[in-house]
């Protein structure tokens, strides 16, 4: 929650013998961290930068859910870039959508939906990232034809926003039920 890692990762060990590009997965929850703490995204920043000081190529940013307007988080990925300028970073993002979907959606619910990123959300996320993944899974389909559609939607529309020089991954679930 701090933003610092484990006491008990000193067992790390280099990967620079290996021919694979190595990322260093980091996550939590956006509810139990503070980004909007300078503080706390220093800690991140030191942390990463001691990840990558023992071998890995770079790190794969997952706090979730990051909403629109989240300002420390994109503070968090300029200061990540200037930190480790030479570092592959990579997040995880929630699906994309139209903002006017989501508002029309939120109209007829009668709710906010604020879990899916908009189209400047990850333009801007791109500037500061080498890899993004999308994570396309848990969204509560039945119909595998509707679930094909929409990983097929959320590919072709992530590719036509982000800059080519972006890697787009697109996350889908392995697992039997859900």
Not at 80 to 92: M, T, Y
Not at 146 to 155: M, P
């Amino acid at each position: 929650e701090d933003g610092s890692l484990a006491d008990d990762l000193n067992y790390i060990s280099s990967f620079q013998n290996l021919d694979t590009t190595n990322y260093a997965w980091i996550g939590q929850l956006r509810s139990e961290i503070d980004l909007d703490s300078p503080e706390v995204r220093a800690r991140i920043v030191e942390s990463s930068k001691w990840i990558v000081e023992r071998g890995f190529d770079g790190i794969h940013l997952n706090i979730e859910p990051v909403r629109h307007d989240d300002t420390g988080y994109f503070e968090l990925l300029k200061e990540l870039r200037a930190a480790l300028p030479e570092a592959k970073l990579s997040i995880a993002t929630d699906e994309w959508q139209p903002h006017f979907i989501s508002l029309f959606l939120a109209n007829i619910l009668n709710t906010t939906i604020q879990s899916y990123w908009q189209a400047d959300q990850i333009t801007n996320a791109a500037e500061y990232v080498d890899q993004i993944v999308v994570m396309t899974y848990d969204t509560g389909f039945k119909d595998p034809d509707l679930y094909s559609w929409w990983v097929e939607q959320q590919t072709i529309s992530l590719s036509s926003i982000l800059p080519k020089d972006i890697e787009l991954f697109v996350g889908i679930p392995s697992y039997d039920k859900g």
